[in-house]
Each structure stands twice: as C-alpha cells, then as structure tokens.
C-alpha cells in the first residue's frame, strides 16, 4: 500500500522555488525531446536478432536492444522513436498476455466474473483488449472461448478472479490470435461477436477481420 503524506510548505519558500525555476528555465536553451511512438507489435526472433512486426505489416528494426528476451509471437506495448528508415530506438518494451481462442471448453470452462471494458479492437489478426480488474496478489485466469454449438463465431471472454481479495485497480493489455477461426482458402472478411461480462452486464461487439 503506498501511503501519500501532505506537506505543506511556507507560501514564501513556494514562491522562492518557482522564481528560481523560472530563472533557470530562462538560462537554459529549450531542449526537444525526441518524437515518439506506442503501438501493440509482435516480436519477431530468429536466434538472438529481434524485430518487432507492427500490425500494419511494418517491421520495425531495433537498434541496441537490451534486457529483452521475448519469444517470437509474443505480443508486446512497444514505445520507440525513428533513428532512420525502419531503424528504431526502443524506450521501452513491455510483454502482454497473448493467447489464442479456445475452441472447446464453451460453456464448462466460463468464468464470467466481470471486468470493466476499456477498449476492445481488431488489428493485424488479432483481437485486443484493455481490461480493468480489481487486483490483490492472486493471479486471474482469462481466456477467449468459442461457442462450438453453433455455426457463426461467437467468443466468450472468461475471467475468473481464483478468490483474489479485493485490491486496487490494474489494467490488463491482452491479444488473442484469431488465426483458427479463419476456413482454409477463404479469404472473405472474417465477421465474429465477443461478449464480454462487464459490471453493467454483458456487453456485445461486434468485429471483422478483413
């Protein structure tokens, strides 16, 4: 638990600071910070070279890449700036959840313990999510499950929250592959439904993959 402790200052040592800061802003030559980039990419890996593929098919090439050990088809938040051409400097690169859609298990493995839905989106092939949850200490199971009793491609999302105490709010970032839903030779634009249990009830979106 972070604790956050009031202080509280004289009003004339706050107005000290902020001329001096302002003195010193004057001083100072403006500096520009380098343009920069947030996208959900894959990891791409071939022995220990690693590029990340954006969803708009661009393959991006880092330039020094450290303390990273993703494995190719790992999706990941990917936050760089352009050095030159598809070479890129990587501020940071963070793992997410990536799955694929269970196409058994509906409806004995459902969980529907809600969540509260930011944003749910198709890119690439993969369908994306940011979820907020309530988060103690114990981890939550999730998965993407298809109604097999039926012939359109209805996905259910589970959660189950494994007894978690209440916490604090996280969010989680999560991308399902959506490769097995397509049929061999077809290449017409994929059309699905996701339900997704939400604390307003159960909420339906309604997706293609072109």
């Not at 070479?87 to 004995?108: D, H, Q």
């Not at 012939?151 to 929250?161: C, I, M, P, V, W």
């Not at 097995?180 to 909420?203: C, M």
Request: net charge positive.
């Amino acid at each position: 638990m972070l604790t956050i402790k009031n202080n509280l200052y004289p009003i004339n040592f706050l107005l000290l600071s902020i001329s001096l800061l302002l003195l010193q802003s004057c001083q100072k030559e403006d500096k520009r910070l380098d343009d920069y980039w947030v996208n959900f990419a894959t990891v791409i890996k071939s022995n220990n070279d690693v590029r990340f593929h954006l969803d708009n098919n661009k393959t991006l090439i880092p330039k020094k890449l450290k303390d990273y050990n993703g494995d190719s088809g790992q999706r990941v938040i990917l936050n760089y700036s352009f050095l030159r051409n598809d070479t890129i400097k990587v501020n940071s690169v963070s793992n997410i959840l990536t799955g694929n859609i269970k196409l058994n298990g509906y409806p004995e493995q459902y969980f529907s313990e809600p969540v509260n839905i930011q944003s749910v989106w198709v890119s690439g092939n993969y369908l994306n999510m940011v979820l907020e949850i309530e988060y103690n200490k114990t981890a939550h199971s999730v998965a993407l499950l298809k109604k097999s009793s039926t012939t359109k491609n209805e996905l259910y999302f589970s959660h189950a929250t494994n007894n978690d105490p209440p916490g604090a709010p996280v969010l989680m970032y999560l991308s399902f592959s959506l490769e097995n839903l397509r049929v061999s030779g077809n290449e017409s634009p994929l059309q699905f439904t996701v339900y997704i249990n939400s604390h307003t009830g159960l909420k339906e979106f309604h997706l293609t993959l072109k």
